[in-house]
């Protein structure tokens, strides 16, 4: 696909380092959000970034 916004399977996987078997799981158990077009899966990326955001541990100093 390839584009700014939206990312593949593949794209995410090289961008972020979560593999496709990871990705599959989370998907399934609602914890990241996608979209599925045709058969197709896609992540947006701001949306993948808040998520990530979201699930971060702040450390103290």
Same mark, same amino acid.
């Given at each position: 696909?390839?584009?700014?916004?939206?990312?593949?399977?593949?794209?995410?996987?090289?961008?972020?380092?979560?593999? %496709?078997?990871?990705?599959?799981? +989370?998907?399934?158990? #609602? !914890? $990241?959000?996608?979209? %599925?077009?045709?058969?197709?899966? +896609?992540?947006?990326? #701001? !949306? $993948?970034?808040?998520?990530?955001?979201?699930?971060?541990?702040?450390?103290?100093?």
């Amino acid at each position: 696909m390839s584009n700014e916004k939206w990312m593949d399977t593949d794209e995410f996987e090289e961008a972020y380092g979560m593999k %496709k078997s990871t990705q599959a799981l +989370y998907r399934s158990q #609602k !914890k $990241i959000p996608y979209c %599925k077009i045709g058969g197709f899966i +896609y992540y947006d990326r #701001k !949306k $993948i970034d808040e998520w990530i955001e979201s699930h971060s541990v702040e450390v103290g100093g």
